[in-house]
């Protein structure tokens, strides 16, 4: 069952991504995008690291996505105005693309097998023992970094305020 939702995510993750590449329209393309980014999150999740799935979903769903799509909003990219390219650019990226891929699965058929560990800790990827480890092994390298993060903000504060004098 496992393996099947987990090829299944895979898929989608590169169904996702095609569309992305080919679509004309930017603003479709940053949805395909993120469609991407949620179907890794969700092999992620398969692949028992949930903290890494949410952090994946928060960071690049959540904050670049917005910021690509107000870069595009920012630009307005007409369509129109670009130049067109000629069909033997594109039929020689696909021929180069089908070496490539040739290439890459020739190369890797007789590579290492890789040996999976017969029992695995199920506890791997959850946010609780990232909590754990966090308090108790590496308080000190947390508080810092807390206090970095704390200035850093006071200062970003400060440099937005125009009539403070530094």
Request: proline share 3%.
């Amino acid at each position: 069952m496992s393996l099947t939702v987990f090829l299944i995510l895979g898929l989608a993750s590169v169904i996702f991504s095609l569309l992305m590449v080919f679509t004309k329209n930017p603003v479709h393309s940053v949805i395909f995008l993120i469609l991407t980014f949620f179907s890794i999150a969700g092999q992620y999740v398969l692949l028992n690291a949930q903290f890494l799935a949410v952090v994946h979903i928060i960071v690049y769903a959540g904050a670049i996505m917005v910021l690509f799509l107000f870069v595009l909003m920012l630009l307005n990219l007409n369509t129109d105005a670009e130049p067109r390219q000629s069909s033997r650019w594109k039929l020689g990226a696909a021929i180069a693309a089908g070496m490539l891929l040739v290439t890459l699965v020739g190369a890797l058929k007789g590579g290492i097998k890789l040996n999976m560990p017969e029992e695995s800790n199920p506890y791997v990827g959850l946010a609780q023992n990232l909590g754990k480890s966090l308090f108790t092994d590496f308080v000190v390298p947390f508080e810092i970094a807390g206090i970095l993060f704390l200035a850093a903000m006071v200062g970003a504060v400060l440099l937005a305020k125009r009539d403070v004098k530094i």
